[in-house]
């Protein structure tokens, strides 16, 4: 029987991580080992204080499941069995189903989107960059010191209250640049996100790629009401759930941004990104503020995304793997490792 390990890593930031909800200098995340005679596998697992998920809470999952068995699992569908019998935070999921994926794509001489039965991802794939809340006086340096402008293509959070003079500067600086756009739940109502709409739209230089998730996910018939109202698409990332009917998901969006970190694991997160495009909306590959390990996890299914956003390791300083290399803005993964 497989042994399993849990090892916690803390990751100094570049810079403040500053969303519409919290701001950090440093995250914890975890990492997952799965290991026999024959080889091993790893997964990462980064907790998002949104769906209540602290380094110690998923350190205390861990703990749980160790004693009901999970070191009895042979296969994967026992995996999945004891993971639904036992359901652990969606981030320690996504942990621990990756380790097996890349233990059992190693175990088989198989990459693990060949594994998973998805075509090899391009390279390279181009990403967003992200640039976070910030005063606008702050901006031209981080552009500056980051070298921004080597992306093509940038994701700006915003908050409501600066959102216009936030994106007012990035525009004024990068003239004609694809933004994606993430209010992160910012915007209580429909009405409060179109007045603000008018005054952004209006930004000289500006070109938005997307909007993501500006209200609440509980606001569904504000997103209704707003849908085809903007004039730039509107992709869901809070709102997509385990049990989102995405004939509704449609009736409120035009894309969905998929984090495998929320969705759970590979299996759900290719379930959910079919389940976009069975409806006709855009693909968005998303993530948290990960490791190169999770990042080179997302790239294993970035075949099936139209639009990437996997910069969550450029935010760490010292980045301790070095799984994926980024080059003006696109990302190459790792030859030959397996996770």
């Known amino acids: ?23 950090s200098d440093a995250k914890t995340n975890l ?18 204080i949104r769906y209540g998920e602290t380094p110690e809470s998923l350190q205390a999952e861990f703990e749980q499941l160790q004693a009901a068995g ?18 652990p935070a969606h981030a320690l999921r996504f942990a621990l189903e990756s380790a097996w994926v890349h233990w059992e794509a190693s175990r088989q001489q198989q990459s693990v989107a060949q594994w998973l039965g998805l075509e090899p991802p391009v390279r390279p794939v181009p990403t967003a960059m992200t640039l976070p809340i910030m005063e606008p006086g702050e901006v031209a340096d981080f552009v500056r010191e980051q ?16 959102a216009a ?63 085809g109202r903007l004039g730039t698409p509107v992709f869901a990332d809070e709102s997509v759930t385990d049990e989102a009917d995405f004939a509704d998901i449609a009736r409120q969006f035009d894309g969905v941004n998929m984090k495998l970190m929320k969705a759970g694991g590979y299996l759900n997160g290719l379930r959910i990104l079919r389940e976009t495009r069975r409806h006709g909306l855009q693909t968005m ?23 990437c956003d996997l910069d969550g390791f450029l935010v760490v300083r010292n980045e ?19 996770g």
């Open 165 to 227: 003079d936030l994106l007012r500067e990035v525009t004024r600086l990068l003239p004609g640049r694809s933004l994606l756009i993430d209010g992160n739940e910012a915007w209580p109502d429909a009405d409060s996100l179109l007045q603000s709409w008018e005054t952004i739209r209006a930004l000289p230089g500006l070109q938005v790629r997307l909007l993501e998730q500006p209200l609440p996910a509980a606001r569904a018939d504000d997103y209704r009401h707003l849908k």
């Open 147 to 162: 070298h921004l402008d080597r992306f093509p293509l940038l994701k700006i959070k915003v908050n409501r209250e600066g």
């Open 285 to 307: 590959l998303g993530c948290m503020v990960e490791t190169s390990l999770g990042i080179w996890s997302a790239l294993q299914v970035s075949s099936l995304a139209d639009v």
């Open 70 to 87: 999970l070191s009895q699992c042979a296969t994967l569908p026992e995996l999945t069995d004891f993971l639904a019998t036992h359901p």
């Open 1 to 23: 029987m497989p042994t399993w390990t849990l090892t916690s890593l803390l990751l100094p930031l570049r810079y403040t991580w500053k969303i519409s909800r919290n701001a």
């Open 31 to 48: 990492i997952v080992r799965v290991a026999d005679a024959q080889g091993s596998g790893t997964g990462e697992a980064a907790p998002n």
């Open 320 to 338: 301790p793997f070095g799984l994926v290399q980024e080059t003006q803005g696109h990302l190459v993964a790792r030859q030959g490792h397996q």
